[in-house]
């Protein structure tokens, strides 16, 4: 009865988990959420009526100026012509996907990566060739997908050698490379964000960013740029999916784009201490039992279990729930195929720095326990 | 170097069109334009800091719990939550394609229908089996995508006995029912617009409308529902799609459906009167060179020519648009390997009375002259 795709469609961890998370003093490390205190004030003034009309497929005219001239400040060759608004950047990898993933091509992914984006690929039948930012070995795929910027789940930022490397891999294998950089804003050192685009020279390209991190998930935005011969493809594919993106969305983060204020400093000021508090907590509780670096930016930390303490954290959840703890097991971000480490994504963003204290000691003696029983 | 997919995808003529009709003085009847006079302002109110978080997939749960209210005075069958909110209608089009339709499935489709449902329905690679409201042969159709309200493009409203007849159809030979309602608020005169999937009784179902017409397409919001079976998997189809719609368009949708205001009678009035004397001006310009029914609903007249009229009107569309007007040729609504009917699509919405009567004596011009110089 069902498109065989749907053999494919399973139940995301994230949802499963977001469900929890609202319960009454639940302490949550599993979503990549924004700390709603750092949301900006919105204001209708900006908002004609027209604007509520149907509108361009692309986007708004001003919205991609806009973000065309921040793509080449950050090294991309653009226009504002080829500049795509999206319903949020989980939109660019079903748009993407659509247009180069049939049943059993071959997708270079880093292991582990977003699973929203393996979620994606999965639906559309991929294989994949898991790689990693020192060894770029993404064989005979047809596109290859990354996160270099404070990488979803490891929080990894890819010095400039490796995003030379991956850049000259596409190049010479002719894989599409799709770079995906939500994080990019939230950075609390310093650090390259070159975009691996700007590095290619002869293959296809995509490169798109998010205004959830900085501005609101809540709007759905982000946007998308490419090499000019897939550029049309992806528009059609756009208005196929939803015509067009909300238009009210668009003109309130223009407005919030042209303030021009210190938010940027503001958000990573606030960031950065969330972080070295977390990091203070995480030594505190997990030392001994883990293992991870201190993330340069975005979201995340990720912790490899040590091999005395080694155990499928995805077993650890439900318990973790129960004692009022949410993270992500970092089993689901593996590709299908490939071995994963037991591991966990924790965020430091959302929960203060007392839940995250109180958490951080809670999960670890779940797993001191868990451990210990099973000698 | 692309998906199997992407040959049929194919650029839009409603993308051409809707490039164009922005040019100074250019009469449009060529979108599915509600009049900008009647949208509805706007107030942030409504919104809390909370709100510009990430979502639920599902939608906001009061906005939910109002569209379920709605659903079910119109006679489906259905709770809050198995309502999930859309960025738009198109988007239920395109979750319910990757659902059902694999390269080959085949799918039953009014012809002429929606050609953007048609566009994401050659995407995933459906065969087409054309039907009529009088005769509901959907064959072997994995799927019946059917506008029983106001028809796009043709304006019919289903009567009773041919909305019981393609349930029928649709529970006899197991194909899902696709309704798609997005018209069903501009009703300007008796009708029946009960859902054809309330009266189904065996087969799956999925039921869909949308915000535009009655509020405002910049918002981008539309909601389905359907039978118990499908709803986990379109939860997780949107999910991949772009996480949840736009929470501040959520907020903004459910303030104006709890105003409960004579919104919908302002409305209907306004159009009506559009009708009417856009009817006038039909009469006038084009009495002897086409024939159309007035519609009781929605936004359009479908003409279909005189066979000494009878000319392919996508060929005419340039000079229309050289002359200063815009309009849909009906050749586009028909699904591949159907031969079309010389036929314009004609939206009455948007253009004022005065607009409307110079465009159509335009119109009709350029038909007389085409087909004189063809003798």
């Known amino acids: 009865m069902f498109a065989k795709r749907i053999e494919n469609l399973v139940e995301s961890p994230v949802r499963e988990i977001l469900k929890v998370i609202d319960r009454p003093g639940m302490i949550s490390f599993a979503g990549g959420l924004p700390a709603t205190e750092c949301f900006p004030a919105l204001d209708l003034s900006c908002v004609d009526s027209e604007h509520l009309q149907y509108g361009p497929s692309e986007g708004e005219s001003e919205l991609r100026e806009q973000v065309a001239a921040s793509l080449i400040e950050r090294g991309l060759q653009t226009t504002p012509e080829r500049v795509l608004i999206l319903s949020g950047s989980q939109q660019g990898i079903d748009l993407v996907a659509k247009l180069f993933v049939d049943r059993g091509t071959n997708v270079a992914v880093e292991a582990p990566t977003y699973l929203a984006a393996l979620q994606v690929f999965d639906l559309f039948g991929a294989e994949y060739i898991p790689y990693t930012a020192d060894q770029p070995k993404i064989g005979n795929s047809r596109l290859t997908y990354t996160i270099p910027t404070f990488q979803n789940p490891t929080g990894h930022c890819y010095s400039e050698e490796q995003r030379r490397a991956l850049a000259l891999a596409c190049d010479r294998s002719g894989s599409v490379l799709f770079e995906d950089d939500p994080y990019r804003d939230l950075v609390y050192g310093e650090c390259d964000r070159t975009p691996v685009c700007s590095y290619v020279r002869d293959t296809e390209w995509i490169y798109q960013s998010s205004f959830s991190k900085a501005y609101a998930p809540g709007l759905r935005l982000g946007y998308l740029t490419c090499s000019k011969k897939l550029f049309p493809h992806l528009v059609r594919l756009k208005q196929a999916a939803d015509l067009h993106s909300c238009r009210v ?127």
Request: charged share 20%.
């Open 249 to 375: 969305s668009q003109r309130l983060i223009l407005q919030l784009l042209q303030l021009n204020d210190d938010r940027n400093q503001t958000l990573t000021t606030f960031y950065r201490r969330r972080r070295d508090s977390f990091d203070l907590s995480l030594t505190s509780a997990f030392s001994g039992i883990a293992d991870w670096q201190q993330p340069v930016g975005g979201l995340f930390y990720w912790l490899t279990l040590r091999p005395e303490f080694a155990i499928d954290t995805r077993e650890l959840l439900k318990q973790a729930i129960e004692a009022g703890v949410a993270f992500m097991p970092g089993e689901s971000f593996y590709p299908r195929g490939v071995k994963a480490l037991p591991s966990l994504r924790l965020n430091f963003s959302h929960a203060s720095p007392e839940e995250a204290a109180h958490g951080l000691r809670t999960l670890a003696g779940i797993i001191r326990t868990a451990c210990e029983s099973r000698v």
